[in-house]
């Protein structure tokens, strides 16, 4: 079992950087998939990022601008995100998995986060 608290979302202006965090608990932290998406407004909750077995991997529309990174001692997981732009406005979640297939769909994370908005004004 595990369960995560995302933290660090806020309002921001477009052009500006924000740094997610997301703190777990639970056993076998290191060898999770683990894995950041986002839900707006009236759209499907997609995939940001994810890593997972020594590997990261980001959704097109923020390669370049976002990194995801893990802290495995002390059981966290970021999200640097740079360069925000109104479009990523959304609730970020946070999300662990036990497999590493199909680490981009989001049915195959058992555990969740709350959420934590992020609104990047224009």
């Known amino acids: 079992q595990v369960q995560l608290v995302e933290s660090g979302g806020g309002l921001v202006q477009a052009g500006d950087s924000l740094r997610l965090s997301c703190a777990a608990s639970g056993s076998s932290f290191s060898t999770y998939t683990l894995g950041w998406f986002r839900q707006a407004p009236g759209k499907e909750r997609e995939f940001v990022a994810a890593?997972?077995?020594?590997?990261?991997y980001y959704g097109g529309l923020v390669t370049g601008r976002f990194t995801i990174s893990r802290d495995n001692a002390k059981k966290m997981l970021y999200l640097q995100m740079n360069s925000l732009e109104p479009e990523d406005t959304a609730v970020y979640y946070c999300?662990?998995?036990?497999?590493?297939?199909?680490?981009?769909?989001?049915?195959?994370?058992?555990?969740w986060g709350q959420g934590t908005q992020v609104t990047v004004s224009s």
């Open positions: 999300a662990a998995s036990s497999s590493s297939y199909d680490i981009k769909v989001q049915r195959r994370y058992p555990y």
């Open positions: 890593w997972s077995a020594g590997s990261t």
